[in-house]
């Protein structure tokens, strides 16, 4: 059973940066695409970045296009979500996700995963 820890999360003032991590276990990370997830309370998951299981093709919302990067190092079975710019609306609590099975172009849809991390806060407030 695969298992996705997410760390990084916290508060941070409009136009600050935070990077998030996410360190899978019980499986290779390699085989899996992956991808960062953010909700907030009353609404639903949102997709917001994939990335393909070598790391060659990335997928990313338009609401956070140039700003957020993804990325992962499969030798360490870690994903990373690095984002700058933040701003209000950014807040929600941050998820990443393991998949294997969906088209690229699904990648930013909840059900296209299947394994998940517990989540980390993240909050952007002046």
């Known amino acids: 059973q695969g298992q996705l820890v997410e760390s990084g999360g916290g508060s941070v003032q409009p136009g600050g940066s935070l990077g998030l991590s996410c360190t899978a276990s019980?499986?290779?990370?390699?085989?899996?695409?992956m991808g960062w997830f953010r909700q907030v309370p009353g609404k639903e998951r949102e997709g917001v970045a994939s990335i393909s299981t070598g790391g060659g093709t990335t997928t990313y919302a338009d609401s956070v296009k140039g700003r957020f990067t993804i990325a992962r190092d499969n030798a360490k079975n870690t994903l990373y979500l690095q984002m700058n710019s933040l701003k209000p609306e950014d807040s929600a609590m941050y998820y990443c996700?393991?998949?294997?099975?969906?088209?690229?172009?699904?990648?930013?849809?909840?059900?296209?995963?299947?394994?998940w991390g517990q989540g980390t806060q993240v909050t952007v407030s002046s």
């Open positions: 019980g499986y290779s990370n390699s085989t899996r695409y």
């Open positions: 996700a393991a998949g294997w099975a969906a088209p690229l172009a699904r990648r930013l849809v909840a059900g296209a995963y299947n394994y």
